[in-house]
């Protein structure tokens, strides 16, 4: 999917909303573990009451490699499922040398035929140009995560007083442009939105961490929309983990959804 | 595997040499091509020809991942087939939130069996440290890559200073002790294992990027030794593509092997 298509998804729906799907096997309703494939029983229940609410799935790749070559199932169907108007998120955070970084790309952009990939950026040019060749195709590249570890080397300042994820978006666009790099931002960090806005006004920023790992919506949205709105915001476990019925799944969803058109209405 | 057991195979072997299992089903000879399970039955032959020469084995999971739910059942075939007196590796460099860091460490340490996986430090503590929950399993934590894009962060250096890959080396053994925790220090580098042992001196080094890329093995492994030796200097494309018979796959190995045998001979 292209960014003008995105775009026009996310306006036309009034919604930025990612769905993540963190489908753990132990954690879905008993009722899914009799299916011969839980996971994917589970994620189809979830794309259905989601669909009019989000603009973009990300599955957690941990949670379908965990399961063996059957996870691996579950998620191949899984995106098979999962509309085309739908931007879709490999949640993997891969990055190695640049010949075994072309594998990951072939994987997730040929294989699983996904939109976009995570990559982590410790490894540099060669481990994310592979992912920037594909037409259309996306990389997400880890910017300020939303974790408690991300104070560990993410902002250590260095002698000019960048701090390291700044030079990670000041570096990675020369890499790709506002139509193929987007830069995962915690919504655990609502003050630094302005500031990452200067670094990098045109990207699109996907921003986990709101919901249970509590982040404020209105806060990070108001300073990170750009004249594109400019922000995929997701939801895991708040969302697929609401309660046992779809009707739960879907109110956590259209929750969201309200309060990102009453934004989007009085900021555009 | 323990340290204790690691050494003694080492010692025992006059060998620190581990090979890279990166296993390209379009590279490797067409007569495997016509096996129900081409990528299996090539590592078979590698392993059985440098079974003798090596003491680790390191499969690349990309080239895995790359086939879809067939090349995980490759993978899981492969490790089952490695002895139990070689020390393994999950070359996948992983690295996420908590909760999903638990779940790459429960695939590779449970699922698969491996005794090691390469993770990426960017995003800190809680990214790294549920792999190191598990008893006799080892972190091979990305310090100093091999690749051209290792210049572009982990030399950026602090205000203090220190280059970012030895802020990673220093802040990862607050988490981690020699005997569940390694750095990936690419052979490229050789000029720098001097250093690296001032700061990590106990250690072990995966050393990447001898052979194609280049690497020096007699100079990083002179100023790279400890007293428990501390080195696993990896081979990849230089052996299991040295040819085309499985004696040119054990000369390349055995190469390899006799230099670590010499250089063993003339420092301990």
Same mark, same amino acid.
């Given at each position: 999917?292209? +960014? *003008?298509?995105?775009?026009?998804?996310?306006?036309?729906?009034?919604?930025? /909303? #990612?769905?993540?799907?963190?489908?753990?096997?132990? *954690?879905?309703?008993?009722i899914f573990r009799q299916c011969d494939d839980p996971i994917f029983e589970f994620n189809k229940m979830v794309i259905d009451?989601?669909?009019?609410? #989000? !603009?973009?799935?990300?599955?957690n790749i941990a949670f379908y490699e965990a399961e063996g070559s059957k996870g691996w199932e579950s998620l191949q169907k899984t995106i098979e499922y999962i509309p085309d108007s739908h931007f879709t998120i490999a949640d993997a955070k891969r990055g190695d040398i640049g010949n075994t970084s072309n594998l990951y790309a *072939?994987?997730?952009? *040929?294989?699983?035929?996904?939109?976009?990939?995570? !990559?982590?950026?410790?490894?540099? !040019?060669?481990?994310?140009?592979?992912? /920037?060749e594909y037409l259309d195709k996306w990389v997400i590249l880890l910017g300020l995560?939303?974790?408690?570890?991300?104070?560990d080397f993410q902002n250590i300042e260095?002698?000019?007083?960048?701090? /390291?994820?700044?030079s990670v978006l000041r570096k990675a666009q020369e890499w790709g442009s506002p139509d193929n790099l987007m830069?995962?931002?915690?919504?655990?960090?609502?003050?630094?939105?302005? =500031?990452? =806005?200067?670094?990098?006004?045109?990207n699109f920023l996907l921003v986990p961490g709101v919901g249970t790992q509590g982040g404020d919506l209105e806060s990070l949205s108001i300073a990170g929309f750009n004249d594109d709105?400019? /922000?995929?915001?997701?939801?895991? +476990?708040?969302i697929i983990y609401a309660g046992d019925k779809p009707a739960d799944i879907k109110k956590a969803a259209e929750t969201l959804h309200e309060s990102m058109k009453s934004l989007l209405n009085e900021h555009f």
């Open positions: 999917m292209n +960014r *003008k298509e995105l775009v026009k998804q996310i306006k036309s729906k009034s919604s930025y /909303l #990612c769905v993540g799907l963190d489908t753990d096997i132990h *954690k879905i309703p008993s009451a989601t669909v009019d609410h #989000c !603009v973009s799935y990300k599955p *072939k994987t997730f952009f *040929k294989t699983y035929e996904f939109d976009s990939v995570t !990559v982590a950026p410790y490894m540099g !040019v060669d481990s994310v140009t592979p992912f /920037l995560t939303s974790n408690t570890g991300s104070q260095s002698k000019e007083g960048e701090p /390291l994820f700044e830069f995962v931002i915690g919504a655990t960090h609502p003050q630094m939105f302005s =500031r990452i =806005r200067k670094i990098a006004p045109n709105i400019g /922000l995929l915001v997701n939801s895991s +476990r708040g």
